[in-house]
């Protein structure tokens, strides 16, 4: 058996995926379930952990780190917002750390530490915070002035300078309200909708990203033309879903840029999908991108972890 | 038996309101019953208006009027949309007439009028429509440049000048985004909800119309400080229901006048609670309103059938 060095937790609202690590950091297995904080009742966290990766706990004598939701006020134990500017090195000095026990295994008492999520303010005193996406960002290790976009149902758009300082960003809800929008509102009402996940009508979507770009300023009356454009038969039923897409993807990126045009290229994390679909708006909007590799949180927790000294500092 | 002239037809999504009005066009009677569009099966709106005003229409050799969702193409039959610039004069000559018979009472054959919507292009060419909402507007008979605001489900923002012509409008989804978030979202979560239907924590409301306003730009990201305003203890559960209103009804009002400050006073057409906020975060824009007397709504029907010679046309 190859020794493992860390088993590594991205521990979500919805799902729990944990990577064991060997002593440079590669990836020796990979697991996932769909036990997230929200999946998890009544506190049962050591049980979701044990039943994920009990095996790996009982025979291998390391530690685990986790990134995400765990740390929020609803999951295992609240841990800290760091506030911007926030370096890995500072991360690394204040996991929230706590020494797991499990009925059924009463010998394995390993430690587990969660990584802290980051709080910014910005110049109007609110506040902006995230859990999770800052380690996916060290793990993509970039240098230098950066602009990083991770899409998702809270996207985020992460400013850094120097050696991974993240000095400050912001969080757009556009996949949530894209999901409430159609699933729960009047305007997927008109919608037909294609359950391929990669599927991307591309006229529509594009259309729809550049209307949102430039009505950003009113996102509460733009997002009403995916009902007329289907009442008026500008946009048809199958192509109406990417239209709303692309309003609310141009309205983030048009928000997100109005101000500042982020240094080229921007960095993009995330799923492949989305990912695409924001790199067609960003090259709407005049701007360049690049996708950071795969494997970004588990990276960053293995960083994170050498950072704070759980395992061997040779990079 | 005072003489009915007109059956006036408020009908909508969720309600069907029926209004018996005197040849002066005052009110002799109203009834509401909750058939409104959707809640109607397999298009039997014959039943549904039999049900609630039959007798009206066995007693009373009278026009029925209708405005509404009742004219759109999940209503009882699709009126057009008149374009904008509109008036009543120009929608009492395309009003959509259907002669309706019942099984229960096949002696009645009464006619009904259905008002057309309005229909308007942006300078970006993108389409905005409205249906009933003309007809309250021209219900509170306004004379020269007026902006009107009626807030609800989709808000409009109507520009009037002259005799009553409607000359753009727009519409806000700001109320639907407030149900979707709070009901369906990650928001609500968070959140204490007051189930009096006048509760206003006039605190958390103003700040959030204050966030709004200036935020409005970026609406995506600006709701989701209703999200860290609960996290970090600056509002609390029971405040964040109103604090996240007033982003949004504040977002609306900073979208809605960003270019051009409406003729003071904005008239205000709609229920009571809603009214008091728009007041509220309009003052804080810095704008005065006035509020519509009530019975818009069939005022404008009694004047629309005028207008169409379908009852007496002094006035």
């Known amino acids: 058996m190859i020794p493992a060095t ?3 937790l991205d521990w979500g609202t919805s799902n729990l995926r944990a990577s064991l690590l060997g002593d440079d950091g590669r990836l020796l297995e990979s697991r996932s379930a769909p036990g997230g904080v929200m999946a998890v009742q009544d506190g049962r966290f050591a049980e979701a952990l044990f039943a994920l990766c009990g095996d790996w706990i009982a025979s291998h004598d390391c530690p685990l780190i986790a990134s995400g939701m765990i740390g929020s006020r609803q999951g295992w134990r609240e841990a800290p917002y760091l506030p911007c500017p926030a370096t890995l090195a500072s991360a690394a000095t204040c996991l929230t750390t706590l020494e797991i026990e499990s009925p059924q295994h009463p010998a394995a008492k390993p430690r587990l530490h969660i ?18 996406e800052e380690t996916q960002i060290w793990g993509a290790a970039l240098q230098g002035e950066r602009c990083c976009v991770l899409p998702g149902t809270h996207s985020k758009w992460a400013w850094l300078r120097g050696a991974g300082e993240i000095s400050r960003f912001a969080t757009f809800m556009t996949g ?10 009047i305007l997927g009402r008109l919608m037909q909708f294609d ?17 949102g770009l430039a009505r ?28 709303l897409s692309g309003i609310l993807i141009g309205a983030e990126i048009g928000a997100a840029t109005q101000t500042e045009v982020p240094p080229d290229p921007i960095t993009l994390i995330g799923d492949d999908a989305l990912c695409r679909r924001y790199e067609i708006a960003l090259h709407l909007r005049g701007l360049a991108c690049v996708r950071a590799p795969d494997g970004t949180t588990t990276r960053g927790q293995w960083l994170l972890a050498m950072a704070a000294g759980l395992v061997g500092t040779a990079r």
Chains 1, 2 share one sequence.
């Open 6 to 8: 860390l088993i590594a």
């Open 115 to 132: 990584a802290p999520g980051l709080q910014c303010i910005d110049e109007q005193g609110e506040f902006d915070v995230m859990r999770g």
């Open 176 to 185: 949530e309200l894209y999901g409430l929008l159609t699933r729960h509102g």
């Open 195 to 211: 359950d391929r996940p990669d599927a991307l009508r591309l006229d529509e979507f594009s259309r729809g990203v550049e209307l």
């Open 216 to 243: 950003h300023d009113r996102l509460s009356h733009t997002v009403f033309a995916a009902r007329t454009a289907g009442l008026m038969g500008k946009v048809t039923a199958a192509g109406l879903p990417d239209y």
